[in-house]
């Protein structure tokens, strides 16, 4: 199993920026990319950005493209998303997920099978 653990979630105001943090633990040998997606009140989860752990090749919703930028440190099995310009509409829990297949596209949730517990993120105007 793998076991992943989100932090860095907090209250902050439209415009400043926030670094989310997922470390991971457990078989991680097997995993073939980490994501993260959100999930609004009211609202499905939605795809965020999506990494290989392997040669690290970087995927976002075009919606986010410019604003937030997903890395990962390989040493200490960590993946982050950095959030920058952060508005209203990004409120969302915020979880980090792996997935242990190279099957396209990373986007669809059922493509992972470890999460997170989530990370509470609100932006306010």
């Known amino acids: 199993q793998v076991q992943l653990v989100e932090s860095g979630g907090g209250l902050v105001q439209a415009g400043d920026s926030l670094r989310l943090s997922c470390a991971a633990s457990?078989?991680?040998?097997?995993?073939?990319?980490m994501g993260w997606f959100r999930q609004a009140p009211g609202k499905e989860r939605e795809f965020v950005a999506a990494i290989l752990w392997n040669g690290g090749t970087k995927y976002y919703t075009d919606s986010l493209k410019g604003q937030f930028s997903i890395s990962r440190d390989s040493y200490t099995n960590t993946v982050y998303l950095q959030m920058n310009d952060l508005k209203p509409e990004d409120t969302a829990v915020y979880y980090c997920?792996?997935?242990?297949?190279?099957?396209?596209?990373?986007?669809?949730?059922?493509?992972?099978?470890?999460w997170g517990q989530g990370t509470q993120v609100t932006v306010s105007s």
């Open positions: 457990g078989r991680t040998f097997n995993t073939y990319a």
């Open positions: 997920a792996s997935s242990p297949s190279g099957a396209a596209p990373l986007s669809l949730v059922g493509r992972y099978n470890y």
